[in-house]
């Protein structure tokens, strides 16, 4: 089943009207979809203008998972092909399919494995061509994973307001990064676990370090970082590059820094320019495949930052709107 997932850079830019777009382009087409949320994605106000934010009309003849709660007042409008109950899953979701249009919240699993389950749980219950929609979110990291995510549609903020901006920028520099070589995957998959947050190599391939602790706060990392100096070495990780582990990478040129995904790199967006200055060589080991950059323009922005290729639109000036 493909799945494709929406993401955006901020709670205000746009992610659900992209999400409506894609979602009436594809029924257009004719294709059998499958709706659903990474947990609940229910806001109905714009935290910064307060103004009304769009909500997802499902129609008939797709499918979707939400929790049974937010079923009540539908009756009638849907069928249920299916229930997902706990233990497995967090709490009940239903797998509807739509037989008269309406206004729906969706909210499915909240975790990787949730996802994982749900969507092996979906084989042959629905069409094998169908394809998963999925509202996400930039902090449910685990989305990033080929395994679970075949592509994203990007919804960018270029904002006045400065923080929002910085986020932007950062967000279409780790869209360009490139993927780490083979033999340095090979090395990062054959040590990490589920429960590996970050992994120090020297040059020759040998663990310096292996934590389990978040990266900002593994004291252990950091001082066997301080001792490298101009050394070559790779650097694993799979916990946020924050600010402040940006600043204590920084002198660091002889580090090659493999993030696990791009989601990794945003928490140094809003801090001083000075954090995105610095001199490790920074991979990825799961790259990002795009299928579309939604762009959200409040203010002019240099439109070079957009990555080589992309298929861009600006949300509100090309005409891209929903069902």
Same mark, same amino acid.
């Given at each position: 089943?493909?799945?494709?997932?929406?993401?955006?850079?901020?709670?205000?830019?746009?992610?659900?009207?992209?999400?409506?777009?894609?979602?009436? %382009?594809?029924?257009?087409?004719?294709?059998?979809?499958?709706?659903?949320?990474?947990?609940?994605?229910?806001?109905?106000?714009?935290?910064?203008?307060?103004?009304?934010?769009?909500?997802?009309?499902?129609?008939?003849?797709?499918?979707?998972?939400?929790?049974?709660?937010?079923?009540?007042?539908?009756?009638?409008?849907?069928?249920?092909?299916?229930?997902?109950?706990?233990?497995?899953?967090?709490?009940?979701?239903?797998?509807?399919?739509?037989?008269?249009?309406?206004?729906?919240?969706?909210?499915?699993?909240?975790?990787?494995?949730?996802?994982?389950?749900?969507?092996? %749980?979906?084989?042959?219950?629905?069409?094998? %061509?169908?394809?998963?929609? &999925?509202?996400? #979110?930039?902090?449910?990291?685990?989305?990033?994973?080929?395994?679970?995510?075949?592509?994203?549609?990007?919804?960018?903020?270029?904002s006045k307001r400065e923080p929002q901006r910085r986020k932007a920028e950062?967000?279409?520099?780790?869209? #360009?990064?490139?993927?780490?070589?083979?033999?340095?995957?090979?090395?990062?998959? %054959?040590?990490?676990?589920?429960?590996?947050?970050?992994?120090?190599?020297?040059?020759?391939?040998?663990?310096?370090?292996?934590?389990?602790?978040?990266?900002?706060?593994?004291?252990?990392?950091?001082?066997?970082?301080?001792?490298?100096? #101009?050394?070559?070495? &790779?650097?694993?990780?799979?916990?946020?590059?924050?600010?402040?582990?940006? $600043?204590?990478?920084?002198?660091?040129?002889?580090?090659?820094?493999?993030?696990?995904?791009?989601?990794?790199?945003?928490?140094?967006?809003?801090?001083?320019?000075?954090?995105?200055?610095?001199?490790? $060589?920074?991979?990825?080991?799961?790259?990002?495949?795009?299928?579309?950059?939604?762009?959200?323009?409040?203010?002019?922005?240099?439109?070079?930052?957009?990555?080589?290729?992309?298929?861009?639109?600006?949300?509100?000036?090309?005409?891209?709107?929903?069902?």
């Open positions: 089943m493909k799945t494709y997932c929406f993401i955006g850079t901020d709670k205000n830019a746009g992610k659900t009207t992209a999400f409506n777009a894609v979602y009436a %382009e594809r029924v257009r087409k004719g294709q059998a979809l499958l709706l659903t949320s990474i947990g609940i994605n229910g806001e109905t106000t714009d935290e910064f203008d307060g103004g009304i934010k769009p909500g997802i009309r499902v129609v008939p003849g797709s499918f979707f998972v939400t929790a049974g709660e937010h079923l009540t007042g539908h009756t009638g409008k849907y069928d249920t092909w299916a229930t997902f109950v706990p233990p497995r899953f967090a709490k009940p979701l239903v797998l509807g399919r739509c037989t008269l249009a309406f206004d729906i919240l969706l909210e499915g699993p909240n975790t990787g494995t949730e996802l994982s389950l749900l969507k092996g %749980e979906l084989q042959g219950l629905i069409p094998s %061509e169908s394809i998963l929609l &999925v509202d996400g #979110s930039i902090d449910r990291q685990f989305l990033a994973s080929p395994d679970l995510c075949d592509a994203f549609y990007f919804s960018v903020l270029f950062a967000f279409l520099s780790a869209l #360009s990064f490139q993927g780490c070589s083979g033999n340095v995957a090979r090395m990062i998959d %054959e040590e990490k676990e589920e429960s590996t947050r970050a992994i120090l190599f020297d040059e020759d391939g040998t663990i310096i370090h292996h934590g389990e602790l978040m990266p900002f706060a593994d004291k252990a990392l950091h001082d066997k970082l301080g001792k490298l100096g #101009s050394q070559p070495a &790779v650097l694993y990780l799979n916990g946020a590059l924050t600010l402040t582990l940006a $600043e204590y990478l920084a002198p660091l040129k002889g580090l090659t820094l493999v993030l696990d995904n791009m989601t990794l790199y945003q928490n140094v967006s809003a801090g001083p320019r000075k954090a995105l200055l610095f001199k490790p $060589e920074v991979r990825l080991l799961h790259t990002v495949k795009v299928k579309r950059i939604f762009i959200r323009e409040e203010a002019p922005f240099d439109r070079s930052l957009l990555p080589a290729n992309a298929h861009v639109e600006n949300l509100f000036r090309d005409g891209t709107h929903g069902i």
